[in-house]
C-alpha cells in the first residue's frame, strides 16, 4: 500500500519541542519533494516547510523561520521535522505530502497526503 503515516504530534508546553516524522510506504521517498503543512481550526491550510529532492535545498515559511527544521533520512525513508520554541499559536493538524520535484525547492503538486498529526501547543 502506498501511504504516507505522520507522527510525533501530541500535547506540549509552549517552549517545548516534538519532532514529527512522516514515513513513506510502498514507494521511495528520496524521489519525491516532501512538504510539511498545517491546518489550525477556522484557518486555510498553509505550506510551513518543504524539502527538495534533488539537492536537500529547504523552505521555511516566515513564522517557523528559526525554530523549525525539515530533515529526511532517506535510509528509514523518511522525513522528519523538529519543532523547537513551540507557540500557542502553533496549534494545528500537521501534514505531510510528497509530490514531483519542481524547478523551486516545493512541490508544486502532490501524489501522496498523510492523515495528519494532531500538535496542540497549551499550558
Known amino acids: 500500500q502506498l501511504q504516507l503515516v505522520e507522527s510525533g504530534g501530541g500535547l506540549v508546553q509552549p517552549g517545548g519541542s516534538l519532532r514529527l516524522s512522516c514515513a513513506a510506504s510502498g514507494f521511495t521517498l528520496d524521489d519525491y519533494a516532501i512538504d510539511w503543512l498545517r491546518q489550525a481550526p477556522g484557518k486555510e491550510r498553509e505550506r510551513i516547510s518543504c524539502i527538495s529532492s534533488r539537492d536537500g535545498s529547504t523552505y521555511y515559511e516566515d513564522s517557523v523561520k528559526g525554530r523549525f527544521t525539515i530533515s529526511r533520512d532517506n535510509a528509514k525513508n523518511t522525513v522528519y521535522l523538529q519543532m523547537n520554541s513551540l507557540k500557542p499559536e502553533d496549534t494545528a493538524v500537521y501534514l505531510c505530502?510528497?509530490?514531483?520535484?519542481?524547478?523551486?525547492?516545493?512541490?508544486?503538486?502532490?501524489?501522496?497526503w498523510g492523515q495528519g498529526t494532531q500538535v496542540t501547543v497549551s499550558s
Open positions: 505530502a510528497a509530490g514531483p520535484q519542481s524547478r523551486s525547492t516545493c512541490p508544486w503538486e502532490y501524489d501522496y
